[in-house]
């Protein structure tokens, strides 16, 4: 008999199958064009079946088609292959989403998880926007919150302090390298460098609560561009209140008004870090590869429909008086290899994920290097003020004003420009902080099912203690120890901006040299910090010569670390990006945020009660060296791709929840004796 054949028909109701055994003629060079397979058009659509049709005829010389699609199995065979809308990656139990352009197509869309109807690609006026944003606030918190209000702290506290020597004599600070304490808390008294360490600490406590109590708010409707504006007005008006300082006895003002910029800024920092994952999935880049993961996939699903169905009706037919059953097999089997596609041909989820963490690296360094770019024009302007103003108090204080101005000028030059990409509502009827910090429950609640995110949350609340702590210990030393004048504090700042913009590109030049993954970026930078703390504080128990004790190692330590804070804060960044579920991004990288914002006081409090025990500033450095130890230890178990896989199967189980209670029908309770007075108008109650 000839092997090409056709078998007798079986069925009922005329739905006849005819089962060649020549290979299927399925060729997947058709989906090669990635517009043709996601093409919205209407005209497409309606013509899908005849072009698919055409497409089988046009490929002669390709073997025919063996089977004769059934009207059972018609539709849902093309319905695989078509869909309306690009969608951005909305992971469903690790299958990708499609939308069938049929309505009685077995794929619904109330089977799936509410996602965007059409998806507007990141546009580069708009990622432009966000980087001049963040050149705004991050040149405050860079420059006012971070040196210039640290160094206004410790004035006022010296100018209304006594000699260190002789608690009897008041300070003269416009003598050369005095040593002043202050009175505070009855007969304590406390250097001005230990003082700031310790409004530091209270500042972050204070920003991490107020931050907890409002940044879920932003996952809805357009507040996260709106509280973006509100908190730049807010840390403008904190900024120019430092003109109130003028004497010792406003010296309370300073520990009012340094935990409230603290607080806009760090907002700020959570609102516009939550636009870095929105950003990297609208990204063009990442939106073709998602197509091209779709695509093949579908062309997947469709293989493993033909390998079904002809394992179920093509060995039945095969088998008969002229074939024996390993004949019948050999068959199919011969049809199978030449009909599926190799896994070698497939672009798989994993090549997606390095599409997207490229991307989020490159945004996130891009966006560091505008960070940089404004925090040395401003850096350099208020060199110039406090030049002209001969490095006086009223100096300093009109600095941290324009870093206020500048702040909220440019936040509103750019907002007609960033686009908001609203979230779903805000529930009605609910109070922002109860509702904020209900999220908030329910994050802590759900890290027990995200294991690997959990552990990079506990290691950067170590480490990022620990960068704080080196930071603010490196500035003290410099100003009370080698005695550092403003402007040459702030041409340390300048040098540190300098070379952090240097070092991000630099690092990420190196990263994509080597392709190297965000994890070992960060490892590596982190032994360069660890490597820099130990030399500040191991040297001075052999020697009094170095570690930290000449004006030459504070300025070749500057450029050291500045080489490396912007790809450490980068890198972080951007695994948190990676980790986080989609659509919880403001209350994740508040959580983030809480954990480098929330520890940032333990460091300088420890390292302050170290000072006041040994009366040495470097001896605090051990402090965060070993933070590095413990949470880069910590950090090393973190499995990127197994929590990416928990994030997906976390925000499917969240939206499956979501549907089925929105399912549940209304309970409507009547009392008993309503229910006895009106028996004709019984209501059913749901218990």
């Not at 025919?64 to 699609?69: D, F, N, R, V």
């Not at 990656?89 to 109330?110: A, K």
Request: hydrophobic share 40%; net charge negative; glycine share 6%.
């Amino acid at each position: 008999m000839d092997t090409r054949e056709s078998a007798n028909a079986r069925g009922n109701n005329n739905n006849n199958i005819t089962v060649n055994t020549e290979p299927i003629s399925f060729n997947p060079s058709r989906f090669r064009d990635l517009d043709s397979l996601h093409n919205g058009d209407a005209n497409n659509n309606s013509s899908d079946h005849n072009n698919n049709s055409n497409s089988a005829s046009r490929s002669s010389s390709q073997p025919s088609m063996p089977l004769t699609i059934t009207e059972d199995n018609e539709e849902e065979i093309h319905s695989l292959t078509r869909t309306k809308t690009r969608k951005p990656f909305v992971e469903t139990n690790g299958r990708w989403p499609m939308e069938s352009s049929s309505p009685d197509s077995h794929r619904q869309d109330s089977d799936l998880p509410p996602i965007e109807a059409k998806i507007t690609p990141l546009k580069k006026t708009e990622v432009w926007a966000w980087y001049c944003q963040n050149a705004t606030y991050c040149a405050y918190g860079w420059v006012s919150a971070v040196l210039m209000v640290p160094l206004l702290i410790q004035d006022i506290a010296a100018s209304g302090g006594v000699e260190a020597s002789n608690h009897a004599i008041p300070c003269d600070t416009s003598v050369m390298n005095y040593r002043c304490v202050k009175q505070v808390f009855g007969n304590h008294y406390l250097d001005p460098g230990t003082i700031s360490l310790y409004i530091s600490s209270f500042s972050a406590v204070v920003s991490f609560i107020v931050s907890l109590s409002i940044a879920a708010v932003a996952d809805h409707g357009s507040y996260k561009k709106t509280l973006l504006l509100v908190f730049a007005i807010l840390g403008c008006l904190t900024s120019i209140a430092y003109f109130f300082v003028q004497s010792a006895s406003m010296f309370w003002l300073t520990v009012v008004l340094s935990p409230l910029g603290w607080a806009c800024y760090n907002i700020s920092s959570v609102f516009s870090n939550a636009f870095l994952p929105i950003y990297v999935r609208h990204h063009p880049k990442v939106l073709e590869a998602a197509e091209r993961v779709e695509a093949h996939r579908t062309l997947q699903e469709m293989d493993e429909m033909n390998r079904s169905f002809i394992q179920n009706t093509a060995g039945s037919e095969l088998t008969g008086k002229d074939y024996d059953s390993t004949g019948s097999s050999n068959v199919i089997n011969d049809i199978l290899e030449t009909t599926l596609p190799t896994e070698s041909s497939m672009f798989s989820i994993t090549e997606l994920r390095k599409v997207e963490e490229q991307v989020t690296n490159d945004l996130s360094a891009w966006c560091a290097g505008a960070a940089n770019v404004g925090a040395v024009i401003v850096q350099v302007t208020c060199i110039g003020i406090s030049e002209r103003m001969h490095n006086s108090l009223l100096g300093l204080q009109i600095a941290i004003a324009f870093t206020g101005v500048w702040w909220l000028g440019w936040t509103i030059v750019v907002m007609p420009w960033l686009d908001a990409r609203p979230g779903p509502p805000m529930p009605k009827g609910r109070n922002w902080i109860a509702y904020s910090w209900g999220k908030n429950y329910q994050t802590f609640k759900s890290m027990r099912k995200l294991s690997q995110i959990t552990k990079f949350i506990f290691a950067w609340f170590m480490l990022s203690d620990g960068v704080n702590t080196v930071t603010a210990l490196l500035y003290v030393i410099t100003y009370q120890d080698l005695h550092f004048s403003h402007s040459k504090s702030l041409i340390m700042s300048v040098s540190i901006s300098i070379t952090a913009f240097i070092g991000a590109y630099l690092f990420l030049y190196i990263r994509h040299c080597w392709n190297l993954s965000t994890k070992f970026m960060i490892m590596l930078t982190l032994t360069l910090y660890a490597i820099l703390t130990a030399y500040f504080v191991i040297p001075s128990y052999f020697t009094t010569s170095f570690g930290l004790r000449h004006e030459w190692e504070a300025w070749v330590a500057i450029a050291y670390l500045g080489l490396i804070i912007s790809t450490f804060y980068g890198v972080a960044r951007v695994m948190m990006a990676e980790l986080c579920p989609e659509g919880d991004e403001n209350e994740w990288f508040s959580l983030f945020q809480l954990a480098d914002k929330g520890s940032s006081w333990i460091g300088p409090f420890v390292t302050g009660a170290i000072q006041q025990v040994t009366g040495e500033f470097r001896t605090g450095f051990w402090f965060p060296l070993g933070l590095f130890v413990v949470g880069g230890a910590l950090l090393l178990t973190v499995d990127m791709d197994k929590g990416k896989d928990e994030a997906i199967v976390y925000k499917q189980n969240q939206k499956t929840k979501n549907q089925l209670m929105s399912s549940i029908p209304p309970i409507t309770i009547t009392p008993a004796g309503e229910n006895n007075r009106h028996s004709s108008s019984k209501t059913l109650a749901w218990l």
